[in-house]
Structures are given as C-alpha cells and as structure tokens.
C-alpha cells in the first residue's frame, strides 16, 4: 500500500528518496512522485503513473536537486491512478505534503477551504491536508504550529510530512493510524513509513507513536505527543537482515521466500522448544499466568494470516482442549459479539500494521477481553506495541505480495501456543510428545517437500488455460486448501475457490466438468477414508482432480486423477507441509501465465487503510 520516503540532509537525497521508494515497491501502488527542496528554497515536484522506475527515469532526465525532500507511492484509493493524483501534493507552491492513510472528513474540509480561495488540483482527501496547513500558516506560527492546528481537524487515519517552502531545512510530520518510523543519521535524518526503506542509510529508528507530532532537522528531532507536550520515544537498533536488491539467485522474490521455508521455520523454533518440550518464558513476562487462565481464546485476523488462525482453531481444541473462535477483523469489528469469560484475545499479522486488524485490537480492549497477545512478524509494528504480548514469527523481511514463509511460520508458531496454553488445560502427554517431536522434523519435512517441484511444474502446465478451479480439503486442511486457493487468485488471476470437501454436495459439485480442475489435500490422517469418498463424487461426474497425498494414502493417477506424492509427516505438521506444493502450484501457473508474480495487480503487501 502507498509509501513515505523523507530526509533532511546537507548533500543531495534524491537518490536516497527513490532508492527507498524501490525498497517500498512490495507493498503495491500505482503512481510515484517525489518532491525535493534546494536550501534557497526551489520546489521540484516530479510524478508519475506506473512503476518508481518511470519515476527515476524522469528524475534523471532532469535537474532535480534538494537537501531535504520527500517522496511517495501511491495505492489509489480517493481519485483514480493519474499523474494528477499522485503525491506529493502542493498547496501554492509553498506547502508540499505525502500522506498514508484516509482523511474520511475530506469532503468538508475541501469545501470549507474552496470556499476560503483554495482551487483544488487532485480529486484526493491527500489535497486537504496540503491547503489545511496552508491556510494555518497563514494565522502565523511555525510549520510545526500550523500542523499540530491542521491535524486536529482531520478525522481518519493519517501517516503525513509536510514541506514549506519558506523554511527548507525541517519536515514536519504526524502520525495516527497510519504508521512512520523516523531514522537517525549522523547530521542527517529521514522518515519513512516502513524501516525497510530507510535500511541503506540508517539502522537507528524512532517508531511514532498514536498522535505524535516531531519536527525534524538535519541534527535535531523533536517529537510532541497528542496533547502537544514534548516527549523521549525509544531509539531502536535495527537488525532487520534485508538487501531489497538480492533475489538470491532466485527469479522472483515469490520464489525465494518459498525456498526459505525451512531456515525461517527452524529460526522461528529456535531456542523455544527442545527435546523435552517448550522452553520456560518463551511469550514473554507474564504470559504463564495470562495462559493459566485462558478459558477461550478469540483470533482475529484478515487473509493469509486469517487461514492460518483458521488453521489453530482445529489445534486448539484438538489438542489444547480449549475453546476457540476465529473472525475476519473487518466483520469482528464492526458487529456486537459477544466476549466469553477469561477470553484471550489473539490478533496475527505477518505486518502488524492492517488497519482492521488493529482496530479489532483497540477494539478489544474496550469490550473487555482478559489479555491480548499478537503473533507477527515485525517487532516494533504497532499490534506488537499495542498488545499485552508478542510472540515474533521471525520469517525475516517478506517482499512478494502474496504472502508464503510468514504463513508457514504463524503455523508454526500457533503449534507453540497450543503447546503452552495446553499446558494448563488438559494437553494429554501423548499430543505434547507428538507435537514437539513433529515440530522437530518440520524443518528437514519441508526440505524434503520442496523436492516435489519439478512433479509440480509439470503440472502447472495443466492449469494456465483455465478460468475456474476448486480447491479441497478437510478437517486442519480445510484452512490450507482455503490459502491454496487465495494464493492462486492472487498471483495467477485465475478464480480458486476452496471448499471443506463434506460440503461438496451442497452446491460446488454443480460446477464440476473437464474446465474445471479440482485440487485436493489429502494427507493420510483419520479423515483420509472420507475425503476418498469425496473424491470418487467427483470422479462420477467426469471431474479432473489434482491429489496431493501422502504416498501411504493409496491413490493412484488414471486418466482422471493426477497424484503428485507429498512426504509422509506426522499429523500435527501436515498443514505447514501441505502448504508448500500449493504455493509452488500458483508460482508456476503465475510463471506461465506471465502475471507479476511478487506485485500482483491491484494487492497490496500491508493494507493500512480500512
Ligand atoms: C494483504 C496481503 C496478504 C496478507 C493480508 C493481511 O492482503 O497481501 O498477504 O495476508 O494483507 O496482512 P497481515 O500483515 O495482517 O498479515
């Protein structure tokens, strides 16, 4: 979704400001602009629709200079994806602004300021923002004075730095909703919207935080918060470990991170469990206590990261004996529910930073939830600030759109908390030695499974002529065959629908014939004896399947069937294993269809905007 670059600096930060624009790129967006002050206090606004290399292209055929600047990609959301709309957004050439987020009061604000004179050149809420602190300015007062008034008057969500012309040495910028992590330099400093951005010329980082306000310089940061009063934030040492640039050999950053699968998972289990079980402490202070308690637990979440809260719905109560219910955060959010006592409140999220999800969050706490905690994979995002605990996936810096290696590891680390809430309530010891052995495995499991490709290239062959499939599964793999199913929409445009396969004869089995592939998750566990019957309901009506199967389970291929043998693997790992040849199957069908595999049209890789 859009991005923010700034600095403010003594040597020329263009390149800075696109070099991190390109490091933003994964998250999706549609238009690029920079804007770029010099010390004299010469304004260079340049945008453009399309990729930030359209942008660098005609930063590069022209004189564009300035020491302090900022820059944007843009994921339209008011107003559609022309030059005109793009940020940065200027209001008379003194005030220029980028903006993440929705001013959602725009439309009063807009006709509130034409009538003051203002003459509006975007169809964007961004503009107001622009004119908003303009016309503060106009009162008197420092930049910094005339945002703090400006923001007061904008309702919705905002992450925004703000240029002025006449005082070319500062940004200011603010924060609510939308998140910006300012970066320490040696007599330079910068802002962006996600750490990532910033890698290359810092690793020192304030994260903003609800309501701030700061007024940055080339030597100085000042941060206010809501009420305006100055406050110290934290100065984090980043140890990120990401070069934007390397593919690692791969072609597509898609392609990498599946391949990465087994480090990240062993990364994730790493000093947390061991022979005996999981290590003391692992969720962090407090957690024991808040996990004796739990009598419910509530997940909340939106996509891939909903499958695999999807995923620990079955685990929890299979296994850790406890009671479990699992919402999209854009419906929980917005409907009365009602909150079960000594509830615990779980939100995942690869990014931490999905508007809905932590507006469920915020939420929560209001409708009196016993405790929160967040599996994510971004320490420092606002759902790990926001939560009561935190329990980091540790999948590393994910830049394809369609989310694979952060999926795998919340699957991951959901066996852990099944581990540790079960503890204290009723886990048998047979499930715990089952599940900390499977774990064990998992890494050389998944190994093991990417040797499968080649079978799987094959086989996507099959597929880029088709307009329809239909995935299915049952049981924890129903969940996985829900995910198999997104991931194909999302990277290769073809319509995936996943069903639990109980549920065929209620409707999807009106659509089956020869056009219509069906894929089906079939590892060999105690459903394995239904899911056949499932499978031969499909047979009889002339259907085409896909079976991925554990090579015990018996299925063999005809002209009917293809059976792509998966490695056998114990019951509690099965979904983490069977996720990985569905993942390939949309990389190769992408491939072959020739979409952008790792920045899908129109997704964006973290949604912060409602
Ligand atoms: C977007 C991404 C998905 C992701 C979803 C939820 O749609 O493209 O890959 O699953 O947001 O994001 P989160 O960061 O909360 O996991």
């Avoid at 400093?189 to 990532?196: L, V, Y």
């Avoid at 499958?307 to 409907?335: D, K, P």
């Avoid at 590891?409 to 309530?425: N, R």
Wanted: aromatic fraction near 6%.
């Amino acid at each position: 979704m859009c991005g923010i670059v700034g600095a403010v600096a003594e040597r020329n930060v263009v390149e800075i400001l696109l070099e991190g624009l390109k490091r933003l790129e994964y998250r999706g967006y549609d238009s690029a602009g920079v804007a770029l002050l010099q010390p004299s206090g010469e304004l260079t606004r340049i945008r453009r629709t399309g990729k930030v290399q359209e942008l660098a292209d005609a930063v590069a055929s022209g004189e564009a200079l300035g020491s302090t600047g900022i820059a944007h990609t843009r994921w339209a959301t008011h107003g559609g994806v022309t030059e005109k709309n793009a940020h940065p957004h200027c209001s008379s050439d003194r005030i220029s602004v980028v903006h993440n987020g929705i001013i959602e009061n725009y439309l009063a604000l807009r006709e509130a300021l034409t009538a003051q004179g203002y003459t509006f050149t975007s169809d964007t809420d961004t503009e107001t923002i622009a004119h908003t602190v303009h016309a503060e300015m106009q009162k008197g007062g420092t930049l910094l004075q005339a945002v703090q008034n400006s923001v007061k008057q904008f309702h919705g969500a905002y992450g925004t730095v703000i240029m002025d012309s006449e005082d070319p040495e500062r940004v200011v910028v603010a924060r609510s909703g939308s998140p910006l992590v300012i970066g320490l330099g040696l007599g330079e400093n910068f802002i962006a919207s996600d750490q990532m951005a910033l890698l290359p010329v810092t690793r020192r980082f304030i994260f903003l935080e609800e309501g701030d306000v700061a007024e940055i310089t080339r030597r100085e940061v000042h941060v206010y918060d809501v009420n305006g009063e100055p406050v110290e934030r934290e100065v984090i040492e980043s140890n990120i470990e990401h070069d934007a640039g390397d593919k690692g050999g791969y072609r597509h950053y898609m392609l990498k991170e599946i391949h990465e699968q087994p480090t990240v998972v062993r990364n994730a289990l790493q000093h947390r469990v061991d022979e005996s079980g999981l290590l003391p402490d692992i969720f962090g202070p407090g957690a024991e206590e808040i996990f004796s308690k739990v009598k419910h637990v509530q997940i909340i979440a939106c996509g891939t990261s909903y499958h695999a809260g999807m995923t620990a719905r079955y685990w929890l109560e299979q296994y850790a004996n406890v009671s479990c219910s699992i919402e999209i955060a854009s419906e929980f959010r917005y409907r009365k529910s009602v909150v079960h006592e000594n509830s615990l409140l779980v939100t995942i999220s690869q990014s931490g930073e999905t508007a809905d999800t932590l507006a469920a969050l915020r939420l929560a706490k209001e409708l009196g939830y016993m405790s929160s905690l967040t599996i994510c994979n971004v320490p420092g995002s606002s759902l790990v600030r926001e939560s009561d605990l935190s329990f980091m996936t540790r999948a590393g810096a994910e830049i394809g759109v369609a989310s694979t290696k952060a999926f795998t590891t919340q699957l991951t680390a959901f066996l852990m908390l099944t581990l540790a809430i079960g503890k204290h309530s009723g886990i048998t010891e047979q499930d715990q030695q089952s599940i900390v052995s499977a774990l064990h495995s998992l890494p050389a499991k998944l190994e093991e499974t990417l040797t499968i490709t080649k079978g799987i290239e094959d086989l996507a062959e099959e597929f880029a002529d088709k307009n329809h499939s239909l995935f299915l599964g049952r049981g924890d793999q129903y969940p996985i065959a829900m995910e198999g199913a997104l991931k194909l929409k999302e990277i290769s445009y073809i319509h995936a629908e996943a069903y639990a396969s109980g549920e065929l004869k209620h409707g999807p089995l009106a659509l089956i014939d020869e056009e219509m592939p069906v894929i089906v998750v079939a590892p060999n566990n105690e459903l394995l004896e239904k899911l056949k019957s499932n499978v031969e309901e499909v047979r009889a009506r002339g259907g085409i399947m896909y079976v991925f199967a554990d090579k015990n389970a018996k299925f063999s291929s005809d002209e009917t069937m293809r059976v792509i043998n998966v490695p056998h693997c114990e019951a509690p790992i099965a979904p983490i294993v069977y996720t990985l040849p569905l993942q390939l199957l949309s990389y190769y069908v992408a491939l072959i269809k020739g979409t952008d595999v790792d920045q899908p049209r129109n997704l964006a890789k973290s949604v912060t905007v409602e």
